[in-house]
């Protein structure tokens, strides 16, 4: 029976080193000891981004593969890092288990921008290949380094409202009252057009009323963005004397143009709204809620309305003789409460989510 006892536990021993030397192995992979590298593209090429071609491929990558010892699945994982940081901040890209990837115009314009990258202008930014396996405490390879030029662009330019004020404006230097906005393209975020009465002397523009910050105004023929109220204060946009001006803003490019206006003024006495947004039906199409004309402007008109998911226009003296949409159709709204702007020189409008 002692016999038999012994023979059991060295069974068990043995059983049990086999199961551990085999639970080594499938946990530790060491990976090659030889550097592997990125084949394409090569270090130091460069790339221009074309934001009109967002979904096409920007960059083809394809790299050795890293052999483990044991048959195994390989995750490769791209790596974007800022140039010369030594990849202290590693950026994780996409990963693939073959040994090429690819990244579209807007993936790597979007990372470009994030690792600092300024638009329109060439910088550098670092890549690598890290090499996994899924076993436990198996150890990761990375590529040699390679460092790529990129030149991107400005991705999508937020919706920015912007306000008027300074001597030329009803506001005055006043940043709490009477601030009118202006009026931003329907289609592209960064343009934004007036067409108006000034004062002479000028203006400004602030992005949110009550504070002098963020602002712009001018540099010489350039137009000059105010973060904070701490940095230097602009010039004014110009209007040398009192008149009506067209004036018209890029902030992507941060250029501006102001010339006289020359147009026809005509006088309306009455602007309205119509249209489903006022009932939810062909109902709304026969209603005509008023608008509030400018005491300082007599063709810019106002006017705080609980609107539904709909359509409307514009109409002027309550008929439908002279009207205005989104070029000659209607204006698509979702619902919400609104400061409606419009003007009634150029046809131009502002919708402004209010509480």
């Not at 807007?106 to 550098?124: C, D, F, H, P, S």
């Not at 602002?215 to 009192?242: C, H, I, L, M, W």
């Not at 501006?256 to 206006?261: A, H, R, S």
């Not at 609107?307 to 989104?326: I, Q, T």
Request: proline share 6%.
């Amino acid at each position: 029976m002692k016999h038999i006892y012994q023979l059991f536990i060295a069974v068990i021993l043995l059983t049990g080193f086999w199961s551990c030397e085999n639970e080594t192995d499938l946990m530790i992979l060491e990976p090659q000891e030889a550097a592997f590298s990125i084949i394409t593209p090569e270090s130091g090429s460069s790339t221009i981004l074309n934001k009109d071609t967002p979904n096409n491929t920007a960059l083809t990558l394809s790299w050795e593969k890293v052999n483990y010892g044991n048959p195994t699945i390989i995750t490769y994982t791209v790596q974007f890092a800022a140039s010369n940081t030594e990849f202290a901040a590693p950026v994780d890209i996409t990963t693939a288990t073959t040994t090429h990837a690819t990244i579209t115009v807007a993936e790597l314009n979007a990372k470009a921008l994030e690792l600092g990258l300024t638009a329109n202008v060439e910088g550098t930014i670092d890549v690598r290949i890290k090499s996994t396996v899924g076993t436990t405490l198996s150890e990761p390879k990375f590529s040699t380094p390679i460092t790529i030029a990129l030149t991107p662009y400005r991705g999508v330019f937020p919706k920015i409202d912007l306000f008027l004020v300074g001597p030329g404006t009803a506001a005055g230097w006043s940043v709490t009252s009477n601030n009118m906005p202006i009026y931003r393209d329907p289609k592209e975020n960064a343009k934004h057009y007036y067409t108006g009465f000034f004062n002479k002397d000028g203006f400004k523009l602030i992005e949110q009323i009550g504070f002098w910050a963020p602002a712009y105004g001018t540099n010489g023929a350039k137009v000059q963005y105010r973060a904070t109220e701490s940095d230097t204060d602009p010039g004014v946009f110009p209007t040398p004397a009192a008149g009506y001006y067209s004036f018209e803003l890029n902030l992507e490019d941060l250029t501006y143009k102001i010339t006289p206006y020359t147009g026809p003024l005509t006088t309306y006495t009455a602007i309205t709204v119509a249209g489903s947004v006022l009932t939810g039906d062909d109902a709304g199409w026969d209603m005509n809620v008023p608008m509030v004309q400018s005491t300082f402007d007599s063709h810019i008109w106002k006017v705080t309305q609980t609107l539904k998911a709909g359509k409307m226009k514009f109409k002027a003296n309550g008929a439908w003789d002279v009207s205005w949409g989104d070029n000659g159709g209607d204006i698509i709204v979702e619902a919400g409460k609104y400061e409606i702007w419009f003007n009634d020189l150029d046809g131009r409008y502002m919708f402004i989510p209010t509480l």
